[in-house]
């Protein structure tokens, strides 16, 4: 590809995940996703791909998602947040769309323009921020571990970790004024 780097964080040439993002400044939030593709141990790559500022690389990187062996792109974007759905119109490989904080609307803007997509073209959209981030890696790992056992085992064992913390809180004493 035309201008096209290997960016961030890429991990073996066996990618099973595209984390992408239409700027650098999305990093923020969207290294919430490769710190999750990292932690399991799945196959990614990050990248910048603007939908605005380099669409031909955009069109490109989704049209050879499949056959490069992607089974999922996330997707973070901020503002008008046109690259989760442009990509899922040239693909048929999940997008599911992380709304990146904006400025002045902080990322409400984005989410309302990644979760009104037209009937026929899907992108699973999260929560905005971080925590969408995060929950979009997961939601793919949860994907990809249908066909894996033994990353459906250490999910499994993610959830019972999550469960154990959870159960382990305590609450503070009441204060009075």
Not at 123 to 144: D, Q, S
Not at 146 to 172: G, K, S, Y
């Amino acid at each position: 590809m035309t201008g096209f780097s290997p960016g961030v964080a890429m991990s073996s040439s066996n990618v099973q995940v595209g984390v992408v993002m239409g700027s650098s400044s999305d990093w923020d939030t969207m290294q919430h996703a490769v710190a999750i593709f990292q932690q399991f141990g799945v196959a990614h790559e990050a990248r910048v791909v603007s939908a605005h500022r380099m669409p031909d690389d955009m069109f490109e990187y989704a049209a050879r998602a499949e056959a490069r062996g992607l089974k999922a792109i996330v997707a973070g974007a901020g503002g008008a947040a046109h690259l989760p759905g442009m990509l899922a119109a040239k693909t048929t490989v999940p997008v599911l769309g992380v709304p990146v904080p904006s400025r002045h609307l902080h990322g409400v803007d984005s989410l309302h323009s990644i979760v009104q997509m037209p009937k026929g073209v899907p992108v699973a959209t999260f929560a905005i921020g971080a925590a969408g981030a995060a929950n979009a890696a997961l939601f793919a790992v949860a994907m990809l571990a249908n066909d894996d056992p033994e990353l459906r085992a250490r999910l499994h064992a993610f959830r019972a970790e999550q469960t154990a913390a959870a159960r382990a809180m305590t609450l503070p004493p009441v204060t009075t004024a």
